[in-house]
């Protein structure tokens, strides 16, 4: 179980890692216009003055609270989800680690279905959620 932990807890660092790795940009480009502060040739920050800046919003959506809380609950969705499928692959693996010893085989059955009703959860959220977005579209929200 703590290797499971483990291998878990490196599996989320990584996948919450990789956009930084990814975006990440030497900060001696040039022509990006994306840095708002530059290191002058003295070496004190220095406001870029020559170039248009421009923000980039990192949620990649609009700037409505809808779409910012359908960003959230998409990403609890896909971490739950990834959570899921570890979670089949542990009760499979309990399953077959039982031998048939009723006691075990009973921990795997209350596994799978504890697993079950967590990915029913997560589906009847994103239900609920396109739910209640069209009765507050439909009221005139």
Request: net charge neutral.
């Amino acid at each position: 179980m703590r290797f499971l932990s483990i291998v878990a807890a490196f599996i989320l660092a990584a996948s919450f890692s990789t956009p930084l790795i990814a975006f990440a940009v030497d900060a001696g480009t040039t022509g990006s216009g994306i840095w708002m502060i530059d290191a002058g040739s003295t070496g004190a920050p220095v406001v870029n003055s020559g170039q248009n800046v421009t923000l980039i919003n990192p949620l990649k959506s609009g700037t409505s609270l809808e779409s910012f809380l359908g960003n959230i609950l998409d990403f609890i969705i896909r971490i739950g989800t990834i959570v899921v499928i570890l979670m089949l692959v542990f009760v499979g693996y309990k399953f077959v680690v039982a031998q048939g010893v009723p006691g075990k085989i009973e921990e795997a059955r209350n596994m799978l279905l504890w697993t079950v009703i967590g990915a029913l959860v997560l589906l009847g959220a994103k239900a609920i959620s396109v739910g209640i977005l069209a009765t507050v579209q439909a009221l005139g929200g």
